[in-house]
């Protein structure tokens, strides 16, 4: 069966690579894709938001299953399309996609199920949300409504910050218009990160490996919001006992909730949590794979993912009721990133030691931010590598995941040189707790 992935970053990257190895899959189309994608597949000169181009080819290459990547095709309603069109495709509706697209329409939500989460107010003009932090004695987090790149949440440490993020959002508009009509201010939560993947279709949840994503910028997380810098998996915060409390308290209840708006859900739901002192709260949820936890999870995952994304798109979800496979070894993903992100940065930059990597055993270069120029690999990205490690302990595959760093190289390379250190302090007894940066 042809399968065809949409979107051109590191997970879609991961996605193709997954799906390639699974025997039933002749041939795997990636639209647009990137230079990593056209080495595990075949790109297709087809950007992700062209739905309607997206459908003629699916058509015209027999695609037995799609699988949406980024969250842009998803809001505009490619689901929906493929579906009337006769298509198989694995994702949720654009009314189901709302629990990502839209932070007023999923913090309302969770109000409404029950869910635990952080408290929050709704603004739809600035002057009345800069009066209501000035009040407040406590640090915010505000977010823009919107779709806005991963960009549109912003921690505030005191009232001057939160503020300029008001501006930032609602006046300047730096996200676009129309995500900053909206905003979500609640109080920030203090803890550790947590990201809980979960397939879903009809009555049926299954969790994958827990995660943990890093979202700022630098070292000890600190500097701007990021697309995501770095990953691991499993995380050893997400324990049995605090995944069962995900899936019973957030999970669960939305699934109901969605079900009860008319809106059922399938696809990947993805919660974003923070884990304090009184137990996980969701802070938001992305309707498909989180990037770059996508990178860690899928390297360890040996389910066939084809088979598992099939049966979610055709409601036989309890076909993996006993559950799934994994490598017991844990997968640690670095992101190399170019100068100047998450702001402006350079692109066209040439890529060396790819070759060098390719050949080191459990260890695999997921592509982000790449293209082909002169049959050579050149950045195109803020996020330009997803460098992924399988160890037999935490350690060891962090040491594979910097090891292989270290023989990449290009003009303005830089990344984070602390993930997994967080687990390794809870592996080692102690933990250094962290303000929301999701």
Known sequence: MNVLVVGKGGREHALVWKLAQSPRVSQVFCAPGNAGTAQDGVNVPIEANDIHELCRFAKKNEIGLTVVGPEEPLALG?????????????????????????????????????????EFRVFDHPEPARRFVETREYPVVVKADGLAAGKGVIVCDTHAEALAAIERIMVREEFGR???????????????????????????????????????????????????????????????????????????????????RRMPFRGVLYAGLMVTNQGPRLLEYNVRFGDPETQAVLMRLK?????????????????????????????????????????????????RGLEDVARMPDVKVFH?????????????????????ALGDTLADAKRNAYSAVGKISFQGAFWRTDIADKALRHLHGTTAPASESL
């Open 78 to 118: 490619i689901v929906d399309y493929f579906q009337k069109e006769g298509l198989r495709i694995f994702g949720p509706t654009k009314a189901a996609a709302q629990l990502e697209t839209s932070k007023v329409f999923c913090k309302k939500l969770m109000r409404d199920a029950d869910v635990p989460t952080a």
């Open 178 to 260: 129309a995500a900053g009509r909206q905003i979500v201010i609640e109080k920030r939560l203090e803890g550790e990160e947590l990201s809980v993947l979960a397939i879903v279709a009809g009555r049926t949840i299954l969790t994958l490996a827990p995660a943990q994503d890093h979202k700022r910028v630098f070292d000890n997380d600190t500097g701007p919001n990021t697309g995501g810098m770095g990953a691991y998996c499993p995380a050893p915060l997400g324990t049995s006992a605090i995944l069962d409390e995900v899936e019973a308290h957030a999970l669960v209840p939305t699934i109901h909730a969605m079900k009860r």
């Open 303 to 351: 389910t066939d993912l084809f088979e598992l994304l099939l049966a979610a798109a055709e409601d036989r979800l309890s076909d993996f009721a006993e559950g799934l496979q994994w490598d017991p070894r844990p997968a640690v993903c670095v992101v190399m990133a170019s100068q100047g992100y998450p702001g402006p940065y350079a692109k066209g930059k040439l890529i």
């Open 368 to 388: 982000a931010g790449t293209k082909i120029d002169a049959n050579h690999v050149v950045t195109d990205g803020g996020r330009v590598l997803g460098v992924t």
